[in-house]
Nanobody, 125 residues
Framework: VQLVESGGDSVQRGGSLRLSCTAP????????MGWFRQVPGKERERVAF???????NYGDSVKGRFTISRDNAKNTLYLQMNSLSPEDTAMYYC????????????????????RGQGTQVTVSS
């Protein structure tokens, strides 16, 4: 199963974007899911997670600005990003943990069973 991200774009400081992650062959409602981001030369950063019971967890750098959610009817995971700054520029990736795992915010990127190829977000000043 390959997760597919979309919604990345170039925006100015203070702008907003909504990223989407579709999962053909996988039910988003059955998985703890999350978003990561990575800048070349740096480690992949945990951004946001939503567990099996819809509890959410955010990285300190995005708290209060980003919101993770999912639409089970559309089988899609979202990341609403507001008040964007140049420090948010990165490739954003979604991931799904193994079925049955309730929480996943402490997992490393490579511990997720399903991962996407990323969508680029660029924020200019």
């Amino acid at each position: 199963v390959q997760l597919v991200e979309s919604g990345g774009d170039s925006v100015q400081r203070g702008g907003s974007l909504r990223l989407s992650c579709t999962a053909p062959g996988l039910f988003v409602s059955s998985h703890c899911m999350g978003w990561f981001r990575q800048v070349p030369g740096k480690e992949r950063e945990r951004v946001a997670f939503i567990d099996r019971y819809d509890s959410t967890n955010y990285g300190d750098s995005v708290k209060g600005r980003f919101t993770i959610s999912r639409d089970n009817a559309k089988n899609t995971l979202y990341l609403q990003m507001n008040s964007l700054s140049p420090e948010d520029t990165a490739m954003y990736y979604c991931a799904a943990a193994a079925v049955g795992l309730v929480t996943c915010h402490s997992l490393s990127w490579y511990s997720f069973d399903y991962r996407g190829q990323g969508t680029q977000v660029t924020v200019s000043s």
